[in-house]
């Protein structure tokens, strides 16, 4: 408060994201509270606190991503199922109308001058690296001095299309498929699938320069929208966290049952893959269903959860994970954790475990002892090979220099495509 210069509190205690700029005399922006999937508010600046918010934009089936004011417009994101929208409203919420964006993909950055109608905005996809866009009430235009113009492939080389699978429960799940137009799909059609599934973050059709590469060697790149993340809002984030976090990991091996069940691909043509988060997803899918597919890359994994807060920032996860040191918390960490499933004499696929021995977020010895633990259990190690990639000077990824994450992506699809049988020979593609 600048008459006071006094600090005033606008919302506090609650469960809930909320994001809010200073326009004018008022607030506006976004909150997940008395809203799962978010909605946009305003109030005067004189009386900001939560209780006088007025509501301008409700909840609806599209979880709100972010919201500002541009002039006398009101620009919101969304996603609809982990697919971007964007739509313009005025300042008194009339005048809904949808801003076509360039296909499906993923807003982000999205900014405005409050005193004019011109935002700025960054939209990738699967298969379209990330490029500038300008918006005025005469729609979007690419910016000319976008530093992605005409470089990377050319989209309509590619398929992008989104499904839904039942999971064991059957509450239908989302999932991407990203593959060259020519590509046919079938038994002997070579698949990597990915999933992330937790703290309520969204596997949308982002850039992705691996799903470009896998396409572009005839196979099919999935990437599975399964609970724990926020496809469908809050609610879909916490039916896979803490004691519901097996259902995360059901969603995700259904996906792979399901792609084969299609006619998709087959056993012997399926790698799956995930880092983080991610690499808990894999190693658990891998440690309970031996059968779900040939090939696994696990990166920069989380995997004996009985010890994981004592390392590093660990910490702070236990509202996501649970507290092995409580003792209801325990038993549903200790029955999926990883590293304390692996059985002696189990026939498991070829895995590859990528880490970094400067990594701050998740100890790499995370990844070496299951290395080890794998390395000693799996009965078939001369065909499924179990391999430890240990990175130099890097960490979880964040800023890791592009000849790296080259070099490592190298590695890994050199990996995957091996175990698969994909001809990597240089065609006309």
């Known amino acids: 408060d600048r008459s006071t210069d006094q600090r005033r509190v606008v919302i506090e205690g609650e469960e809930a994201t909320t994001s809010l700029e200073v326009v004018g005399d008022r607030l506006y922006g976004t909150t997940t509270l008395g809203a799962p999937r978010g909605r946009v508010v305003t109030a005067l600046l004189a009386a900001p606190e939560a209780a006088r918010w007025a509501t301008v934009v409700a909840e609806s089936d599209a979880v709100i991503d972010g919201a500002t004011v541009a002039g006398a417009s009101l620009l919101v994101a969304s996603t609809r199922v982990a697919v971007a929208r964007l739509h313009r409203y005025r300042l008194d919420a009339s005048g809904d109308g949808p801003i076509e964006l360039p296909g499906i993909g993923t807003l982000a950055g999205l900014d405005a001058d409050p005193e004019r109608e011109v935002a700025c905005l960054a939209f990738s996809s699967f298969t379209q690296a990330p490029s500038l866009w300008r918006w005025t009430p005469a729609g979007l235009e690419r910016w000319a001095t976008s530093p992605a113009e005409g470089i990377g492939p050319d989209p309509s080389d590619y398929q992008v299309s989104q499904v839904t699978y039942p999971s064991t429960d059957g509450v239908e799940v989302p999932m991407f498929l990203v593959r060259r137009v020519a590509t046919p799909a079938g038994p002997d059609t070579p698949v990597v699938l990915t999933g992330y599934g937790g703290f309520a973050i969204a596997s ?15 196979a099919i790149y999935a990437v599975a929208g399964i609970r724990g993340g926020s496809e469908h809002g809050e609610d879909w984030h916490q039916a896979g966290m803490r004691q519901h976090k097996q259902q995360s990991f059901d969603d995700f091996a259904a996906a792979a049952d399901w792609l084969v069940a299609e006619g998709l691909t087959s056993r012997p043509r399926l790698a799956i893959r995930g880092g983080s988060n991610g690499g808990l997803l894999v190693g658990a899918a891998l440690t309970q269903r031996p059968d779900l597919c040939r090939a696994v ?3 920069v994994p989380l995997l004996d959860m009985v010890r994981f807060p ?8 236990v509202p996501e994970y649970g507290d092995p040191d409580e003792a209801e918390d325990f038993a549903w960490l200790h029955a999926w954790s990883p590293y304390h ?11 590859l475990l ?38 130099t000077r890097a960490g979880h990824g964040q800023g890791k220099p592009v000849g790296k994450q080259a070099d490592e992506a190298a590695d890994v699809l050199a990996f995957l495509f091996d175990q698969l049988g994909v001809d990597t020979a240089l065609d006309d593609r």
């Open 297 to 299: 890359h696990c990166a």
């Open 341 to 351: 499933r692996v059985a002696d004499g189990t026939c498991y696929p070829a895995v």
């Open 204 to 218: 949308g059709p982002a850039w992705s320069p691996v799903a470009v590469a896998v396409a572009d060697a005839g």
């Open 310 to 317: 004592r390392f590093l920032i660990a910490r702070l996860w």
């Open 354 to 391: 990528t880490t970094a021995e400067s990594d701050s977020r998740v100890d790499p010895c995370h990844a070496r002892k299951f290395a080890a633990r794998l390395q000693a259990a799996t009965a078939c190690g001369d065909d499924h090979p179990v391999l430890l990639r240990v990175e």
